[in-house]
């Protein structure tokens, strides 16, 4: 069974970056055919894509926020992170990792299978 | 950039119900839609994926149907446990982005 869990500051300051890194067990990062996303949710609000990454470093970004944000990977330690620079109290959010899915069976899905269980980033000073 | 739309935004239901949840496409997305359910302090779960294909371990109450624009998910029968938020998801081609519609809040009557 695949598990993704967040970890990072839970409190960052305005102006500063916000780093959140999301660690994959029960199965390696670089197998099969899957883009591994950064998701963020404001209290009360909506879900906001960020961005994705494939393991080969490939990377696709959400046009609002392009301009600050980085995601990278790291095979050897099953992780891949997010960098969102120049942070606002509008970047205060819970930040979920998952994993998107292509392709199930002979099915295109295109979806999320699997989540982590989020971390509250607030950005305050 | 292809927006998601689903109504209604809040739902009160009872037990027992059969309930339906609608999400139009700006354009059309062939059968790209997912649904998933959320509760609170928790993450999304999948629920369909493809429109109208059950994830693994998700109860034959829920379904899902449409292509094109225009698709729902249907609860046959209301359980205590699925008064939830619901999102539809699809994802651009071009630039390559996830949308997700807004949300349905389904609420015990």
């Known amino acids: 069974q695949v598990q993704l869990q967040e970890s990072g500051p839970g409190l960052v300051k305005p102006s500063q970056t916000l780093s959140l890194t999301c660690t994959v067990s029960g199965g390696s990062i670089s197998s099969g055919s899957y883009y591994w996303s950064w998701i963020r949710q404001p209290a009360g609000k909506g879900l906001e894509w960020i961005g994705r990454?494939?393991?080969?470093?490939?990377?696709n970004y959400n046009p609002s926020l392009k301009s600050r944000v980085t995601i990278s990977v790291d095979t050897s330690k099953n992780q891949f992170s997010l960098k969102l620079s120049s942070v606002t109290a509008a970047d205060t959010a819970v930040y979920y990792c998952a994993r998107g899915s292509m392709v199930r069976g002979v099915i295109i899905t295109l979806d999320f299978d699997y989540w982590g269980q989020g971390t509250l980033v607030t950005v305050s000073s | 950039d292809i927006q998601l739309t689903q109504s209604p935004s809040f739902l009160s239901a009872s037990v027992g119900d059969r309930v339906t949840i609608t999400c139009r496409a700006s354009q059309g997305i062939s059968s790209y839609l997912a649904w998933y359910q959320q509760k609170p302090g928790k993450a999304p779960k999948l629920l369909i994926y493809?429109?109208?294909t059950l994830q693994s371990g998700v109860p034959s109450r829920f379904s899902g149907s449409g292509s094109g624009t225009e698709f729902t998910l249907t609860i046959s029968s209301l359980q205590p446990e699925d008064f939830a938020t619901y999102y539809c998801q699809q994802l651009n081609s071009y630039p390559p982005m996830y949308t997700f519609g807004q949300g349905t809040k389904l609420e015990i009557k």
């Open positions: 493809a429109a109208s």
């Open positions: 990454i494939y393991t080969s470093g490939s990377t």
